[in-house]
């Protein structure tokens, strides 16, 4: 689905498909019953297509419906994203890529930095709190004083980060990592009804906005 | 009116060393896992208290909140007689001084001196201060051979004295240790021991996070079991070691010394209580020396 949206994203101009795409993006989150996260990470982001419609409109000399179509186009990728995001797990995404025959360690350094980017958060989310408790202030002084003061913060995070590869490889190596070549799975992934169903919906998807990128118009 | 006089002018009650209060405190973490439930409890001024819980049971999540750091999601916690709700952790951390349980999560100076002087100077201390203060806590924690060393290159054991040593230089008026003596050797635990009765002898607040049965019992503190985000009991250590109820419920195990006794009483021998039994071990040791 990401990455039907993306190509579509890429390709359509049509204020119509886009707003298709996105309906049909939103009504996969209810499928997939994650309306609520997915509700979360759209009002994250959805400023962020708000800002570049004002931008565009008010700051470039674009056209209102230009302006619209761009901050739409935005949206549809964040949305699509979001929604892989959410409904993917790291596993899965690592199985899909074995399918793909790419090479397992590639495969485990991408799940391993997926799967590491919300450790990541919270650890910063911690460092944070350390530096308060020794009487760190962030959100005082000038822009000088903020750039400095993002150093108590910087250095933990990147120490512990290295701290924990290391650890990692380690611990990767002493549980046998990399012992076989081609490593078996616990759970296999499975193509049921919902998978045929997007896999042929982001297919027409493509098609139709190769076919319009192409002709310009549906007929 | 300043915090001192607002305490001067406050009436005679039993309230009034008390330095921290938590009234009902429910907390649920950002994620939804609710941490703690409905915690009541009070510290005074010059207490020592032991707070001993399985993991996960709440003990940080607690401790967290008297420097501000998490705000209740339901109840209030006054400290110093005020809510903590519109105060910055950056504040309170003047007189409320927490050391992580995890060193790491901190350390970023080039040199362990630089290091303690940060804090020292996020509280505008002046120049003359923060060298007073800085040598004064380099030779407590025995780190003066280090104080040019890089602090991430310590071991975890030296790392974790600097971080005590980097909040007690600022001199807080409450002492918060989250798991102290993880990683010190022997001598290292009694020197935190004799600094705990210093500290204690300067009326301050202080609060052990600990697993550390053997460290926290020649101490007697007060001690608070936490499970599952409540407490459990909450007495004196002797009140709390007894009740073996909570006490297996929280995954602690008694201090040795305790256990021993408690089952030469239960053989109908000695006195259960220790301290009576040591009494009457040395009663009958001199009275064979007599012999
Ligand atoms: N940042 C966080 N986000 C979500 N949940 C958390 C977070 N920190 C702690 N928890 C959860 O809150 C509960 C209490 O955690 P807390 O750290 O207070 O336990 P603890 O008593 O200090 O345990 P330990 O003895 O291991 O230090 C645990 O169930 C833990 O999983
Ligand atoms: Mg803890």
Known sequence: MLASAIFVVSLV?????????????????????????????????????????????????????TATNLALRLFAVIASSSLFFLTTTPDELEQVMRWFHLPPDLVMIFV????????????????????????????????????????????????????????????????????TKRPTSLYVLKYNFSDYFTTIAGIVMSSFGIYFALFGRLW | MNLEQIAESAPLSENVDSVVRFTNVDYSHPNGVPALRGISVEFKKGELVGILGANGAGKSTLVRHINGILKPTHGSVE????????????????????????????????SVKSEIEFGLRNFGFDDELVRQRTDWALNTFSLIEYSNRAPMELSGGEKKRLCNALVLAWDPDIVILDEPTVGQD?????????????????????????????????????????????????????????DRVSFSHANILAPQLVELFTELGDLGRFPADEFEARDKIRLQMTAAKEK
Do not use: C
Request: zero cysteines; aromatic letters at 8%.
């Open chain 1, 13 to 65: 101009s049509h204020i119509e498909v886009l707003i298709v795409l996105i309906t049909f993006t939103i009504a996969l989150t209810f499928a997939a019953k994650i309306v609520k996260r997915f509700g979360k990470s759209m009002t994250f982001f959805a400023p962020l297509a708000l800002i570049a419609f004002l931008l565009n409109y008010y700051v470039f000399p674009v056209g209102l419906l």
């Open chain 1, 112 to 179: 391993i930095a997926v799967r590491f980017v919300p450790v990541l958060f919270l650890d910063a989310l911690q460092i944070m709190d350390a530096q308060k408790s020794r009487g760190l202030e962030f959100e005082k002084g000038n822009l000088m004083k903020r750039l400095r003061n993002t150093i108590p913060l910087l250095v933990p995070l990147i120490a512990v980060a290295v701290n924990r590869s290391l650890e990692l490889a380690e611990a990767m190596d002493s549980r046998a990592y990399g012992a």
């Open chain 2, 79 to 110: 400290v110093f007689g005020e809510s903590t709700k519109n105060t910055s952790a950056a504040k309170l951390s003047r007189r409320v001084g927490i050391v992580f349980q995890n060193p790491n999560n901190q350390l970023f100076a080039q």
């Open chain 2, 186 to 242: 022997s001598e290292q635990k009694e020197r935190l021991a004799q600094l705990v009765k210093l500290l204690l002898s300067e009326q301050k607040t202080i609060i052990l996070v600990s697993h550390d049965m053997e460290f926290l019992w020649p101490l007697q503190p007060r001690m608070i079991l936490m499970s599952g985000g409540k407490i459990l009991a909450d007495g004196t250590a002797q009140q709390v070691v007894r």
